[in-house]
């Protein structure tokens, strides 16, 4: 089951009197049964590659993958979602919810919220080809000279979604209303257009190509570099056809001054086009894509350094990333567009593993820090969410000469307490979307801040796994048994996005991570010939 939940003073129930004046502050309630699966298929097809250049290695792969979702309401759409009393409704709420004057409101759960009280039944169908070629420079320092294509078709619908509901441009139909209306008729120039327009599903394609090589002229020295391109076409839920396209560079520098040392720099560049959305907006009709989306334009640069010896091997990394034109769901209310803002990134990762016998030891701190106008990112749906630090302790011991390997994962993550910049409500504090005196307190005037406090924690694992020696007859058998949260912990990882609502801003209506399980197990057989 799933639903989104936001703190209350009094969360509104059918018999509730008292409680948040918008009924929206609570959805708890909205709770389904849900029935995942996921059917993948791959075929392959390897030719290595011989000591010559005009003698390369072929790498072709086929896939197809098709993964299916169906929520259905625990609850019942036209059942009685709240009642609080018709003095504290807003002029909208008065308009659109059954509302007796003097009395009380009575919204039902489809009043407040009708594309999420309906049956899913949601498909991602992924189909796509890769083709590698890769020509030897110099076998002795692996230089090579490689170059590939690949091509990805990606369709989401929503089964459930009845043909009644479907309407091409300039059909006309009658709203909720009984108002007649033109399908689709303003699209164009108001990407909020409330009228209906949709086809249940989108379709996109990606269309790639690279090219690049490597090549050492010693052997403490690699120079890398290559680029690819990428177009994207987007057949959207409104009928309309979309093209992005974009070059992405890259280069890389690695030098081995000793033997088990190894200092690597690299920048690399992404870009990205639209493509088809979640699956559960297929059924929300006024999702608008605006009408010139920019692709998206990610670059990230990286300092690399690596120590490997018998005993002990380490780590050490330090990255930069900028993110620009962000296309994003949710920046602006019901609107695919590119975010306004731009993203960067910081964030470094030391760690070491030791080793003797059949004992290791792994240890390594992490941290990140998203940001954008010079302030740490708010949490976001899509994009990224700020931590505290990473603490990782792994103990792995594999007792000799039974093929039984031993595991035991801590990981601690200190608290974080910090005013973040929003996203998506950029103006967030104008006399339109004032802020509550929490966040007025704790990060003043500034437009855009929220206080944000997320809890430290640490959690333990414990894993046990078995396979027969090689030269047994079972050769190929796993048998796995995983414990988490061994102690049964209650905490909410900080990386489950604490947002405020694009909806309702102004407002306390902060969505609740949803915290993790407790002690719980699982027990795997696997076995491969």
């Known amino acids: 089951a799933i639903g989104l939940a936001y703190p209350c003073e009094a969360p509104f129930s059918p018999d509730s009197d008292q409680g948040c004046p918008n009924v929206l502050d609570s959805f708890t309630r909205y709770m389904y049964h849900s029935i995942n699966s996921a059917n993948n298929l791959s075929l392959q097809y390897k030719r290595e590659a011989g000591n010559s250049f005009g003698d390369p290695r072929l790498d072709f792969t086929l896939y197809t993958s098709i993964r299916n979702a169906q929520f259905d309401p625990l609850f019942d759409p036209n059942g009685v ?167 992405s560079p890259s280069a890389a520098l690695v030098l081995s001054p000793i033997e088990p040392l190894s200092l690597k720099i690299t920048y690399s560049q992404v870009t990205r086009g639209v493509m088809p959305g979640d699956g559960v907006y297929m059924r929300q009709n006024d999702l608008r894509y605006a009408k010139n989306i920019k692709p998206e334009v990610g670059s990230n640069a990286e300092f690399n350094i690596d120590y490997s010896s018998q005993y002990f091997s380490g780590r050490a990394a330090a990255f930069y990333q900028a993110l620009d034109n962000f296309i994003s769901q949710y920046a602006q209310n019901l609107i695919v567009t590119n975010l306004n803002q731009a993203i960067r990134i910081y964030g470094y990762e030391v760690g070491g593993t030791f080793r003797y016998k059949g004992v290791s030891l792994n240890v390594g701190i ?130 489950s996005p604490y947002v405020m609502s694009p909806d309702m801003p102004g407002t306390d209506a902060i969505k609740r991570a949803i915290a993790e399980p407790g002690f719980n197990a699982r027990f795997e057989v696997a076995y491969k010939w």
């Open 81 to 247: 979602y709240a009642k609080f009393p018709t003095s504290l409704a807003s002029a909208w709420e008065r308009e659109n919810y059954p509302c007796v004057e003097g009395a009380y409101c009575t919204p039902s759960f489809s009043d407040v919220d009708k594309p999420s009280s309906q049956p899913r039944n949601l498909f991602l169908n992924n189909t796509g080809l890769n083709l590698k070629v890769a020509h030897v420079i110099d076998e002795a320092t692996d230089s090579l000279f490689e170059y590939g294509f690949n091509y990805q078709n990606l369709s989401v619908f929503d089964a459930r979604i009845p043909k009644s509901e479907l309407y091409r441009p300039n059909q006309v139909y009658t709203d909720d209303k009984g108002q007649k209306q033109i399908a689709c008729s303003l699209v164009d120039n108001n990407p909020n257009d409330p009228t209906l327009c949709q086809r249940g599903k989108a379709n996109g394609n990606i269309y790639g190509g690279y090219v690049q090589a490597n090549y050492s002229p010693h052997k403490i020295i690699t120079f890398g570099a290559g680029v690819r391109w990428d177009a994207y076409t987007l057949y959207d839920k409104d009928w309309n056809h979309r093209y992005t396209q974009g070059f």
């Open 366 to 495: 992490s941290r990140t820090w998203p940001t954008t106008r010079g302030y740490l990112m708010a949490d976001s749906y899509e994009l990224a969410a700020s931590t505290g630090n990473v603490f990782i302790i792994k103990l792995d011991y594999t007792i000799p000469k039974t093929g039984i390997n031993l595991a035991w994962l801590s990981r601690f993550v200190t608290g974080l307490d910090y005013c973040g910049f929003d996203i998506y409500l950029p103006d967030y504090g104008t006399a339109e979307k004032p802020k509550t005196p929490t966040d007025l307190a704790k990060c003043g005037s500034q437009l855009g801040l929220v206080h944000m406090h997320k809890p430290g924690y640490g959690v333990s694992n414990f894993y046990i796994n078995w396979s027969p020696k090689t030269k047994s007859r079972w050769k190929g058998l796993l048998l796995s048994a995983v414990f988490n949260n061994v102690f049964n912990k209650f905490y909410v990882d900080q990386t």
